[in-house]
């Protein structure tokens, strides 16, 4: 016979004769009552095993984190928390489950650290499932907000001889090998012998390819692999995370700021809708967590108001100027509160600053925009108007409580001349982005994009502190296990 999901067997609306369920014990009480979960819903369903004509051999090997299938009736519950319940009239044990051994014991309430380290079993936890299927359902909500706005899908390479922003935190690719390292006569690495015929590297964004794609379709977006060889230990960075980047054709920075918000309030809105009962188990979660923490650190709101308030209100948009102005004159600048002060405009913003704005000033996400050029990728708009000495780009970074900085983004510096001039003053080789010049060079107009984290939305829907809590293997300095 075929098994039924748990999540139906909750959600069912009769009794039933006959139902097969499998899964993994969660526990098992009284020597009777199994909670099995099956990965499809946060909820357990409790199997009443009728223990006095079970053999005892049986009734051992009912231990946390054994497989078993059982086969029984759906009986309206007794106990409180459940509607409905499997009397178990036969129970296979698929595969045992030392309970010595399983490090995954409910009673022992593991750490997140050592969780961490057995990434492979944590997904057997209420809360990693809860975590992973929000993440799931947040992907999807991507495709759905852009493929119903008729934005193309495109899969740009992982592999790639270019730096799109220019910072040089990229892992090289090669099949050369380090003894015997071919070299040219003065001594450099000879990559006309490697595998590309060239030096190459683990894309640290989609971007300008997804440029030279929106320049034909229009619209277009790309969800995928990147990754930073960016030495930051933080509990915001991954050296492997998914970006989304959206990239539009005749879109300028306000459009730009309105796609992003929108597309942001629509994939939390998703998540509302479609993970309820995860996302209340994580809210429950993180009050849990926030109790041994002094008042002044918890958060203001629970998950799921959070959550809605970002859906029920626009959010600020603030010029670098304006934010520069706020954040000379604010308390912690002034008492030398903050590790970077603010002394003059110009100033590269630290996470310091951004959650400064966020969560003391605005109360609310922000969107900079318009930030000195200097600070910013050569690829940004050049802002007409601008002071000699101040000039400005049109780029914009979206800034959320908790988070920093979610969203990075600008319109294009879509003229060739003011383009070249940049490379040449950043020394970034014409030659081989001569590819993306061509986007310039033929039927050039404005555009705009911008590129979302996704692990750190899913760390803001899910309530979450650390990245590496939010993607099933993380990738972090010191760290590729699994
Ligand atoms: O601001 P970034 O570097 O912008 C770009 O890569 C542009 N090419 C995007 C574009 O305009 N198409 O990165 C974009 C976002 C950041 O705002 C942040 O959310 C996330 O990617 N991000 C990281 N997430 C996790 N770990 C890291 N090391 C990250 N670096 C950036
Ligand atoms: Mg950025």
């Not at 899964?23 to 009443?48: K, M």
């Not at 220019?166 to 070299?183: Q, S, W």
């Not at 979660?285 to 629970?302: F, G, I, N, T, Y």
Request: glycine share 6%; hydrophobic share 35%.
């Amino acid at each position: 016979m075929k098994h039924t999901k748990v999540k139906d067997l909750l959600n069912s609306t009769t009794t039933l004769q006959e139902v097969n369920a499998k899964g993994w014990v969660r526990t098992f009480r009284n020597n009777q009552f199994i909670a099995l979960n099956d990965g499809s819903t946060i909820n357990n369903i409790q199997c009443v095993v009728d223990f006095e004509n079970t053999p005892d051999e049986t009734l051992k090997r009912i231990t946390t984190g054994a497989a078993v299938s059982v086969i029984g009736t759906l009986i309206e519950s007794k106990g409180a928390g459940q509607k409905y319940e499997i009397q178990v009239n036969k129970l296979e044990i698929l595969g045992d489950s030392d309970a010595e051994k399983f490090p995954i014991q409910p009673k022992n309430k593991p750490s997140l650290d050592f969780l961490r380290e057995n990434a492979h079993l944590r997904v057997r936890t209420n809360m990693f499932g809860a975590i992973m299927r929000v993440r799931s359902v947040l992907s999807f909500a991507v495709h759905n907000y852009f493929q119903s706005k008729g934005f193309v899908y495109v899969n740009t390479p992982i592999i790639t001889g270019s730096d799109a922003e220019g910072a040089g935190e990229m892992f090289k690719v090669t099949a050369l090998p380090f003894d015997n390292t071919p070299r040219t006569e003065d001594g450099k690495v000879n990559y006309k012998e490697d595998f590309f015929e060239k030096e190459t590297n683990l894309t640290v964004s989609g971007q300008l390819e997804g440029e030279t794609y929106a320049m034909a379709l229009g619209q277009i977006y790309t969800f995928g692999p990147t990754f930073r060889a960016e030495n930051s230990n933080t509990s915001r960075h991954l050296a492997e995370f998914w970006m989304i980047e959206p990239e539009v054709a005749f879109n300028n920075l306000d459009d730009n700021m309105d796609l992003a918000e929108d597309f942001i309030q629509y994939v939390i809105k998703y998540a509302l809708d479609n993970c309820q009962d995860d996302l209340k188990f994580l809210e429950g979660r993180l009050l849990d967590e926030e109790k041994s923490k002094p008042q002044a650190e918890r958060s203001e709101m629970a998950l799921l108001e959070k959550l809605n308030f970002v859906l029920e209100n626009n959010f600020k948009r603030v010029s670098y100027t304006e934010a520069i102005d706020i954040l000379r004159d604010s308390t912690p600048n002034k008492k030398k509160k903050f590790q970077y002060l603010i002394n003059e405009w110009g100033a590269d913003l630290q996470s310091e600053h951004e959650r400064y704005l966020v969560e003391k000033h605005f109360k609310c996400p922000v969107i900079l925009f318009d930030y000195p050029a200097n600070i910013k990728a050569f690829y940004m708009r050049l802002n007409d108007n601008t002071e000699p000495g101040r000039e400005t780009v049109r780029a914009m970074d979206i800034l959320f409580p908790g988070i920093g900085e979610i969203v990075g983004g600008s319109e294009r510096e879509e003229r060739y001349d003011v383009l070249i001039e940049k490379m040449k003053a950043l020394e970034i080789d014409e030659e081989e982005l001569s590819w993306y010049l061509d986007t310039r060079r033929f039927g050039s107009a404005t555009h705009a994009g911008f590129g979302l984290g996704f692990e750190r939305l899913v760390l803001f829907v899910t309530g979450m502190t650390n990245i590496r809590d939010v993607i099933p293997f993380p990738r972090t300095p010191g760290n590729a296990e699994f």
